[in-house]
């Protein structure tokens, strides 16, 4: 399970970034889940979106607090 390490918001949408994970086989995409509930479990209903980079905004969010876990897929 991954933790996003920097985050900033605005009307409707916020930007997380992460640093790069490293394994013995490579990164080919991170796959990026939401909720507005703190140590969710991440799954395929609360998924945003995908990434190659490690940085990801998400638009379409609602106003609140909003919690992230990124994962990386190899």
């Known amino acids: 399970q991954g933790r996003v390490f920097g985050g900033e918001g605005g009307l409707g949408s ?3 970034s992460w ?3 490293v394994d013995n086989t490579g990164v080919a995409l991170y796959n990026i ?4 509930t703190p140590g969710f479990q991440p799954s395929a209903a609360n998924r945003v979106g995908q990434s190659t980079s490690t940085t ?4 379409g969010v ?5 919690y992230f876990v990124v994962t990386a897929y190899s």
């Open 62 to 66: 609602a106003a609140g607090a909003q």
């Open 19 to 21: 640093t790069a994970s």
């Open 56 to 59: 990801f905004t998400n638009t």
């Open 14 to 16: 916020a930007t997380v």
């Open 33 to 36: 889940h939401r909720a507005s």
